[in-house]
């Protein structure tokens, strides 16, 4: 078979005892976009750091070009035209975007001093190529985590590479930014690459993937042409069972809870006014830069408006006060889980009482016993998989983390609810159950509002969806009877 690039049979790899894969098997052929499917937890992650050289397998053999090979490092892989993309983000936050991209690879003159001037045209230019809207000259500490995300796609595009691994490539990114990158996904293909691309947002897979391969609890179940698949039949074997569809019903809206007036923040957004009710759920739509994320962070008090105000169950909120916002009621689930959602060295304990401490507490004292019923009532309710409270966030699963920081939030008893990208980097599965917790809390009195760059996660849980375009709010639509042509035109 000289058209395989790739060919990974009966790969394992345990940790301390635990098998993380037992059986990964996968062939990419040449010119190809291969599709690594299955739900988190599956072993999909540890299998791409076996084939990268992140880590090293315990049994099982890869072949590369005909050759078998076993990486010791990245550094090896990338010597052999293999390069990836990781699911978490890496960035050198005081460098520049231009140094990021080409650390240890920088134009020098005599071997030694770097040419920044030519450092920053050849960066400028992979990202002009590309088409990402980012300056090369900005620092990594300023930029968006879309941003961010375009700039790690770009440093593996400045790779010439046989093989690229792409882990969850789009999870920061609109559908605007995906096309672009399908466009350079489908120029190297052209060329003889081959692709293993890893994404959560099915319609994504439809849309680029030639080839299939689905892994369930860390072993190889299914292969194939995606050609000769459905949606339906996708989803079922990746969870293993049959997913109902998700229904969607039109609630009585109640009285206003969160209301923001001509809230502006200079070079974010402007004169944005909108209100959700009492048992609604009001999505927020744009493409990258729309100022979705910037209008939630201020709305909560992680940055301060220039002019506008927002009350919350008509009581004005205080400006640049998080801490205040939540005692108000208030609770944000935030665009990055990792970063900014989660203490990952603590416990699952600690992370989902965290916000609430000071209402389980007296005199400085934390009430041990509140707390616990709390972390029990949460695990319960959001179906938090766990053997013990005691271990590290860090050592969940990406859909289990975003449940605890579900479960932060709501530990407060928030009257609205703020969701950034609520679903980024999690399975069909999980994001059902996220879907239905959202529909739990409105069902019961509360207001949520959710932002989110795939257009259909936003039909499915919004019922009215307002559009942002260039920090402006366009229009406020039916989120029932809106379609996804319809959001991406007027966004566009």
Known sequence: MSDLLVEATGVQKAFNGVRAIDDGRLRLRRGSVHALCGGNGAGKSTFLGIVMGITQRDAGEILFK??????????????????????????????????????GREPRRAGVLVRHAALIKQAQDLLGRLGFPVDARARMSSLSLAQVQLVEIAKAFSHDCDVMIMDEPTSAIGERET?????????????????????HRLSEIFQIADDYTIFRDGRYVDSGRIADIDRSYLVSTIVGRKLNSAEKTRRPAGKPVLESTRLSRESEFNNISLTVHQGEVLGIYGLMGAGRSEYLNCVYGLTRPDSGQVRLNGRALPVGHPRKAIQAGLSLVTEDRKETGLVLSASVRD????????????????????????????????????????????????GNQQKVVLARCLSTEPTCLLCDEPTRGIDEGAKREVYKLLDDFVSKGGAAIVVSSEAQEILDVSDRVAIFKSGLLVTVIDGHTTTQEDLLHLAS
């Open 66 to 103: 005909g050759q078998s090979v076993n990486f010791q490092s990245p550094a090896e892989a990338l010597a052999n035209r293999i390069a990836i993309i990781t699911q978490e983000l890496s960035p050198i936050p005081g460098m520049t975007v231009a140094e990021n991209l080409y650390l």
């Open 351 to 398: 992370n989902i009482a965290l916000s609430a401490y000071k209402r389980l507490s007296r005199l400085s004292f934390i009430n041990r016993r509140k707390v616990k019923a709390l972390v029990e009532s949460m695990i319960e309710r959001m179906r938090i998989k766990t053997s013990s409270v005691s271990l590290p966030v860090s050592s969940m699963s990406g």
């Open 179 to 199: 096309e672009v990158l399908f466009s350079a996904i489908r120029n190297l293909t052209a060329h003889g690459a081959g692709i293993i691309y890893v994404s």
